[in-house]
DNA sequence: CGGTTGACCAAGT
DNA sequence: GACTTGGCCAACC
């Protein structure tokens, strides 16, 4: 099993209407690939098993997606994040693997 | 095997 | 608040 699929492997763990954050995922793997994480994303677009939309900045900003930040937005809308000025509030859905 | 590229992060200015 | 810098690491060429 490769890097990305332990990335994977660890989102699938995250519950709906929850987030996490690049760092946290890494973090949870142990490394500091904060920045291999996000690539892990990037080439798994919209699979339909990864929930890679939950996955934002450690600083609350929303990062990317490989279809379009719009369409993120609209995914987390319907888990019932809000989303306010193009940021989540990480104390309140963010997700740390506990 | 070096060099580049990121959906990154923290600290500094 | 906004930039800039340096560091990090997997994947790709």
């Known amino acids: 099993m490769g890097f990305k699929e ?3 492997d660890l989102l699938k763990k995250v519950p709906q209407g929850k987030v996490t954050t690049y760092k946290a995922l890494a973090d ?3 490394t500091k690939a904060y920045r291999a994480v996000g690539n892990a994303m990037n080439k798994n677009p919209d699979a339909p098993r ?3 939309h939950r996955v934002i900045n450690a600083n ?3 990062g990317g997606y ?3 930040l719009k369409r993120k ?3 987390l809308k319907s888990e019932g994040i809000q989303i306010q000025n193009n ?3 990480l104390d309140q859905y963010g997700f740390d693997f506990q």
Do not use: D
């Open 50 to 52: 990864i929930p890679c």
């Open 66 to 68: 490989a279809h379009g």
């Open 6 to 8: 332990q990335c994977y």
């Open 73 to 75: 937005i609209s995914l």
């Open 28 to 30: 949870a793997l142990g």
């Open 60 to 62: 609350g900003a929303l």
């Open 87 to 89: 940021r989540i509030n």
